[in-house]
């Protein structure tokens, strides 16, 4: 048996208990991985230096690690649990007027959700109450992907895939005035993204999120899912404080400003160690174009 066989099981297991226990356990394992990767450690400490103009301290470090780690110990709670159950671990809600003020205008609204905090409880609570259709890439690994999907294809809630169809599936529900999310922070393929600055450094950037915004008068919301360890989540949701216009470019720029934006709201919870400046394969970098 491969050692990626034992995760579905694994899940299964870590799923029956308790969120406290969870965050608790991750919070270890996620310093104990911090100290054992210098990878991990080089690629969190470059990336938060570049947000914060300054070089982390050790408790920021510290800190950033075990929230990491808590992280991907929610997870199996988050996908496989009773969705009311998982639900009812959100403690508070921030700013939802503004989604009920997109809906009672008739526009779709595009919900942009970086890696900030719990950002797999977003989709779930939106799509309770409403229509949703996100963008979904399959995981490396494949045995884990039946019980992500079940995790995430949950209420009202559809997967799209991360390809033309699925930015099809996308458009063609925002024109039917339905909500739509996607990680506006992923690292997209090849001619999928441009070059834009992401706290200061050329950073490959999808377009998709620009482009969906000229869709049907959508409204662009980010959401992000702060973490209370041990308790829960507290969801959070702002308009742009920037204006959204120009070419896709300018577009792709001001939301990367936006993102920006929240995560210096909440950076312990970000997940520097997610290789952000990473040249996608067939991707010429910036760097190298003008050397």
């Known amino acids: 048996m491969r050692l ?8 299964r297991l870590l799923a029956r208990i308790p969120l406290p226990i969870l965050h ?6 996620g310093w104990l991985v911090y100290l054992c990767s210098a990878a991990q450690r080089r690629r969190t400490r470059a990336n938060m230096a570049l947000a914060l103009g300054r ?4 408790h920021e470090l510290r800190k950033n690690a075990q929230e990491t780690g808590r992280m991907m110990f929610e997870l199996p709670f988050v996908w496989l649990r009773p969705l009311d159950e998982v639900l009812a671990k959100v ?3 921030e700013g939802w007027e503004k989604v009920e003020a997109l809906r009672a ?11 900030l905090g719990c950002f797999e409880i977003i989709s779930l609570y939106i799509g309770a109450r409403m229509p949703m259709t996100v963008l979904y890439r399959p995981p490396k690994l494949t045995e884990a992907e039946a019980f992500l999907r079940a995790g995430r294809q949950r209420g009202q809630i559809q997967l799209a895939p991360a390809d033309l169809s699925g930015v099809r599936r996308l458009i063609k529900a925002m024109r039917q005035g339905e909500a739509t999310g996607l990680l506006p922070d992923q690292a997209p393929g090849k001619g999928e993204g441009v070059w834009v600055p992401f706290f200061g450094r050329p950073a490959y950037t999808m377009t998709l999120a620009a482009r969906l915004s000229e869709v049907q008068g959508a409204g662009v919301l980010l959401f992000w899912g702060e973490r209370i360890a041990g308790k829960g989540w507290c969801i959070h949701v702002e308009e742009l404080q920037e204006t959204l216009d120009g070419s896709i470019d300018a577009r792709a720029a001001t939301l ?5 934006r929240i995560i210096l709201k909440c950076p312990s919870q970000y997940l520097w160690s997610y290789n952000r400046y990473k040249v996608p394969a067939g991707v010429t970098s910036p760097v190298s174009s003008e050397s």
């Open 4 to 11: 990626s066989q034992l995760i579905p099981p694994l899940f």
């Open 24 to 29: 608790a356990w991750g919070g270890l394992l």
């Open 55 to 58: 070089s982390p301290k050790g």
């Open 91 to 93: 403690v508070r809600v």
């Open 105 to 115: 205008a008739g526009r779709p609204m595009v919900a942009l959700t970086p890696h």
């Open 256 to 260: 990367n400003r936006e993102v920006e």
